[in-house]
C-alpha cells in the first residue's frame, strides 16, 4: 500500500511539475509580445482526477505544516530530543555559519544523500529564508520520511533572535 500511495504521489507530482511548466506556455507571447492571444481551456477526466488527488493530498497536510514555526521551539527541540539538523543551503553559506551540529546536504543534492538522514529520528530541516527547507520537506515526505520538519524561520530568523552559530 506504501509503495502505490508513493508512485500515486511521484506521478502527481511530475504531472503537476510538467503542466506547470509546459502545459500553460504560450510562445507566440514570446514572438509577439504585443499579440493578443486566447487559450481554450480543456477539462479532461485526467485534470479532474489531478485536482481531486491534490485536493485530497492537501487536506491530509497536519495543522502544524511539518514545522518548528520558532526559535523556541527548534531550541526546545535541542535540548530534549536527539533532533538530526539538515540544513540545505549550498556549502558556502553552510561554511559562513550554521545551527548546531547539523549538517550540509546541499537542496539540488538531496536525493543523492538520503543515506545521510536517518528514517527514525526526528529530522529538522532549515535553509536560509524557508523556501529550500519547505522544497526539502515535502520532497522527504514524498520518499517515506514521516520524521521531517521543516523550520521555516530557518537561519535568517535563528540569527534575528541572535542565536548562536557554529
Not at 506547470?20 to 477526466?45: C, E, H, N, R
Not at 539538523?85 to 556549502?91: F, G, I, K, Q, S
Request: proline share 5%; aromatic share 10%; with cysteine.
Amino acid at each position: 500500500m506504501k509503495i502505490r500511495h508513493f508512485s500515486t504521489v511521484i506521478l502527481l507530482s511530475f504531472y503537476v511539475l510538467i503542466y506547470t511548466f509546459f502545459g500553460v506556455y504560450d510562445a507566440s507571447a514570446l514572438a509577439s509580445p504585443l499579440s493578443q492571444t486566447q487559450k481554450i481551456a480543456v477539462v479532461s477526466t485526467s485534470d479532474v482526477d489531478l485536482k481531486i488527488a491534490v485536493d485530497s493530498y492537501l487536506k491530509s497536510i497536519p495543522g502544524d505544516y511539518y514545522t518548528v514555526g520558532k526559535v523556541e521551539g527548534l531550541k526546545q527541540l535541542l535540548k530534549q530530543d536527539k533532533v538530526f539538523l539538515v540544513d540545505v543551503r549550498e556549502p558556502s553559506e553552510y561554511a559562513s555559519g550554521h545551527i548546531g551540529d547539523a549538517i550540509n546536504i546541499p537542496l539540488r543534492t538531496l536525493t543523492q544523500n538520503l543515506d545521510k538522514i536517518p528514517e527514525k529520528q526526528p529530522v529538522v530541516v532549515y535553509c536560509s529564508s524557508g523556501y529550500r527547507s519547505a522544497m526539502a520537506v515535502m520532497s522527504l515526505h514524498l520518499l517515506g520520511y514521516e520524521n521531517v520538519r521543516g523550520f521555516p524561520p530557518s537561519m535568517n530568523g535563528w540569527k534575528a533572535a541572535n542565536q548562536d552559530n557554529s
